[in-house]
């Protein structure tokens, strides 16, 4: 998955399982769902810490990984994944353990009314500001 904050990439990774059906959806949520802001929930509360933010991307790659080693037919990564090296080990992993790798960006993260968005439904209260730079840098493919 890629797209800013608030972009609808969650809601997209919920409507593509739990089409799968109920039991697959909820394999799925427990063994294949993969993003690095569930490291920073603690006892339900989000909370961010930039200096942990290496050790977590590094935490979710290895349990992706995990996920595929157990032969995982369905394994998501939901990231922002701004930069294509933010996913690159992801779909890297995947294709040499002869995943098929799906890249999905949900919105148009260059566009101003798609960041103004962004910003009112994103679940982490990144500002306008912020997501504005991240779409800034965002890098569509070619």
Excluded at 20 to 47: C, K, M, P
Excluded at 112 to 141: S, W, Y
């Amino acid at each position: 998955m890629r797209g800013l904050p608030g972009s609808g990439k969650s809601t997209w990774v919920n409507e593509f399982i739990e089409d799968l059906g109920l039991e697959t959806a909820f394999h799925i949520r427990q063994y294949g769902y993969f993003s690095t802001d569930s490291f920073f929930v603690n006892n339900g509360e989000y909370r961010f810490n930039a200096r942990k933010l290496g050790e977590y991307h590094q935490a979710n790659l290895t349990a992706f990984i995990n996920a595929m080693a157990n032969d995982e037919p369905y394994v998501i990564c939901d990231n922002t994944n701004v930069s294509h090296w933010e996913y690159m080990a992801y779909a890297a992993a995947a294709q040499a353990l002869g995943y098929q790798v799906r890249v999905v960006v949900v919105g148009e993260p260059k566009n101003l009314a798609h960041q103004k968005l962004c910003a009112q439904r994103n679940q982490h209260q990144v500002p306008l500001a912020q997501i504005t730079k991240m779409g800034l840098l965002f890098e569509l493919d070619d």
